[in-house]
């Protein structure tokens, strides 16, 4: 069995499962947000029970819309305290809060060997800790809630194993917008996606997120990763409750294995409005692409590591005088660290604007939406017409160097054209 | 249960931002939703969707972020079943769950165009191009998804599986 194959089996009481079966798997973590938690509360309501199946298993994060931005969803985001306070479950709101992808496994609510669901597509992003961990929608969740269980159908694993050692400033956010370029936005629809190989072992955890959060943009159900060293040390402080590491069979029963030489690739840009447009860099920054937005953050590339890349970008230079550049913490505890570490003040002396966590312009929600015509470069995962506000707005996504350094240049711009110390982490 | 009505078809990849824009999620509302459904890739939807009308497109219809708004605004404009080559996984069981018929059929929509009129029997997955006089199947469901939608989605099922643990 694969690594994905031996969760799901240990938590539907099985020896044995295999790509295609329909199983009902115990969940360990389901979550839900401002955006989904309200309709999955009402179909909740329809079962006829009063209680959640087990309050503690169950996390609610407001962070879309949040702090909220207007009237509408400040009611839906009071809609789920409410529900929240009733049934004793976590609440994480402003202030507490942080993106939900970014903040549970930094609480250590999401471990290794865990099922976890969540109402929001990049639930997957908990593959990072060795989890197997997929999006639903609210009505999945619901069922969810007062169960405690969900039915599945295990997916086949796609192994994808990445050779060689990194180029500078390529991270955890090239690799997979590459890996998008190469298989398309349907390329592992319905799968699993398995990460693997020396320059996987080489990235840090917060490349690794990056990855897993990015696994449904190739229609993926999962990513996930082998739990090593570095997992161990990342989850070890932070679990509160013990968990299980599970690995692949030698062998493993994988659907299909995709080998890349890493060596070869060097950072990305996806241009509109596709993730799988990925292009090298070096080519699109050529083409003298002027930017009026540069957004640094969201549940893709909100954490410290993240900032740290941003921050080596622009100490000692200044944004472009005709760009906006908003740099969005995914976390208060990642807020915290970014203040302490001296990055904040880095990007406030660059003239950039820095924000309280939230989700905010990644869906064109606030903070950061873009006019018909404007051109932003973004950290986040998607570019789909209208994602980021006007229809009419073109959107481009790269890593923390590649957008920190087109701040600089007002243009879309390598990393390479700046003067910067460090680098990626390994 | 048979469906009639006329097609409106489009590419690949329609993603759930196309479907239902997400500047409109703080409304959870399908009435409300499907004013705005379709309308950054096809302004004017709303207005020209007649009841019992069909969606139909390319492959992984459906792609991107798991609101379920997207198959409410489809299904409270009007809508009587999407037809696509494939679905996006987590759009599938939005719409599966809350009762919106999806057929997968690549002949279908190898030969249909929008303006086009179907008739669709979800009984036995036949569709028929009454414009093209053209009949296809669809890909049947499997076992344990055609047992769900025979309960009448998630909710129903969830019911009667809690009131079975009771008993």
Redesign the interface.
């Known amino acids: 069995m694969t690594l994905a194959e031996k969760i799901l089996a240990a938590h539907a009481g099985k020896d044995k499962v295999s790509a295609g079966e ?1 199983i009902n798997a115990r969940v360990d973590i389901i979550l839900a947000n401002d ?2 938690a ?2 999955a509360i ?2 909740f309501r ?4 009063s209680k959640v199946f087990d309050p503690k298993k169950i996390v609610m994060v407001p962070d ?2 949040a702090p909220n ?2 009237i ?2 400040a009611e ?1 985001v009071k809609l789920m305290h409410d529900f929240c306070e009733e049934q004793g479950i976590p609440y994480f709101e402003i202030g507490q809060m942080g993106i939900e992808h970014v903040l549970l496994p930094e609480k250590g609510l999401v471990l290794p060997g865990d099922v976890v669901i ?4 990049h ?1 997957c992003t908990y593959g990072a800790v060795g989890a197997f961990a997929t ?6 969740i ?2 969810a809630m ?2 405690g269980d969900i ?1 599945m ?1 295990v997916p086949p694993t796609i192994k994808f194993v990445y050779h060689g050692a990194l180029r500078k400033w390529v991270s955890g956010k090239d690799l997979i917008l590459y890996t998008i370029g190469n298989i398309g ?2 390329g592992a ?2 799968a699993a996606m398995e990460f693997t190989g020396e320059a996987i072992e080489s990235l840090c955890m917060d490349s690794r997120f990056t990855m897993a959060n990015m696994a ?1 943009e190739a ?1 993926a ?1 999962a990513g996930i990763f082998r739990v090593d060293n570095k997992t161990q040390l990342y989850t070890k402080s932070r679990a509160k409750r013990p968990y299980l590491v599970y690995e692949s069979d030698n062998g493993g029963s994988y659907a299909n294995v995709i080998e890349y030489d890493v060596a070869k690739i060097e950072p990305q840009v996806a241009l509109p409005s ?1 993730p799988a447009n990925a292009r090298p860099v070096s080519e699109v920054a050529n083409k003298n692409i002027r930017i009026d937005q540069v957004i640094i953050g969201s549940c893709t590339n909100g954490r410290l590591d993240d900032l740290k890349i941003a921050a080596a970008m622009l100490k000692g230079h200044k944004v472009h005088s005709g760009t906006r550049c908003i740099i969005l913490p995914g976390s208060q505890q990642v807020y915290l660290d970014a203040l302490l570490g001296g990055l904040i003040e880095i990007f406030i002396r660059a003239g950039a604007a820095v924000s309280t966590p939230t989700c905010g312009p990644c ?3 606030h903070m950061g ?1 873009l006019a018909a015509d404007e051109v932003c470069i973004s950290t986040t995962n ?1 570019n ?4 980021m ?1 006007s ?1 009419k707005s073109q959107l481009y996504l790269a890593s923390p160097a590649t957008a920190a350094a087109s701040a600089v240049m007002g243009r879309i711009a390598s990393p390479d054209e700046i003067a910067a110390e460090g680098g990626v982490c390994r | 249960m048979k469906l009639k009505g006329k097609v409106h078809k489009y590419g690949a ?1 329609v ?1 759930t ?2 479907i239902i ?3 409109y ?4 509302e399908g009435a409300e939703l499907a004013q705005h459904c379709m309308e ?2 096809d302004d004017g939807f709303i207005k020209k969707v007649k009841p019992g009308d069909i969606i139909m497109a390319e ?2 219809f459906g ?7 997207a198959p ?1 605004a489809i299904e409270a404009a009007g809508v009587s079943c999407v037809i696509a080559r ?1 679905f ?3 759009f599938f ?2 719409a599966i ?2 009762g919106l018929p999806l057929l997968e059929s690549e002949e279908a929509v190898a030969n249909t165009e929008t303006g086009d009129i179907l008739e669709v029997d979800l009984a036995t997955g036949e569709i028929r191009n009454n414009t093209r006089k053209k009949v296809f199947h669809a890909k049947p469901y ?1 076992d ?1 998804m055609a047992g ?1 939608i025979s309960a009448g ?3 129903e ?3 009667t ?2 009131a079975n643990r009771r008993a």
């Open positions: 329909f955006i989904t309200p309709i009402k179909e329809k079962l006829g029970v879309h819309f931005k207007d509408a969803s839906q969540g109402a929001d597509s639930t999006g639903m929608g609210s009505t999945d619901a069922a007062a169960t039915w159908k936005v349907d629809l319905y449904i229609g159900k596709s869906l064109g929600g939406v998607r789909f017409v209208g994602r506000g229809p | 990849n993603d931002d196309a824009p997400a500047r999620l703080y409304m959870s950054d890739i492959t992984n792609c991107g972020s798991s609101r379920e708004h409410l494939s996006a996984r987590i069981r939005n769950n809350i499997p344990f769900l989605g998630l909710i099922y969830t019911k599986r809690m």
